[in-house]
């Protein structure tokens, strides 16, 4: 059976992006706690780890979203 044949199955999409707020609370909650975890081994005045690790945890959490998307939609 060759790709163009294939039936997509359309459901498939909406599981995964309704999945995609845990998956990105998840991934946040981790580099969260690897901040906080941070921040009581090396104390600084303003928590700076905690925010750059959740920062980061947001953007990687927004980046493995938009390429499984575009990687999504390239298969159409």
């Known amino acids: ?3 163009r ?3 997509t199955n359309p459901l498939n999409k909406w599981v995964y992006f309704s999945q995609a707020g845990l ?8 580099c969260s706690y690897f901040g ?3 921040d009581q081994k090396f104390p600084n005045p303003y ?3 905690t ?4 920062l980061f945890g947001v953007f ?5 979203i938009i390429k499984k998307a575009q990687q ?3 298969e159409n």
Not at 60 to 64: G, H, P, V
Request: proline content about 3%; some cysteine.
């Open 5 to 7: 044949n294939k039936p």
């Open 36 to 38: 906080v975890w941070l």
């Open 60 to 64: 990687a959490a927004m980046y493995t």
């Open 47 to 49: 928590s700076l780890c």
């Open 23 to 30: 998956q990105m609370a998840i991934q946040i909650a981790i």
């Open 72 to 74: 999504m939609n390239d």
């Open 51 to 54: 925010v750059g690790c959740s």
């Open 1 to 3: 059976m060759t790709n």
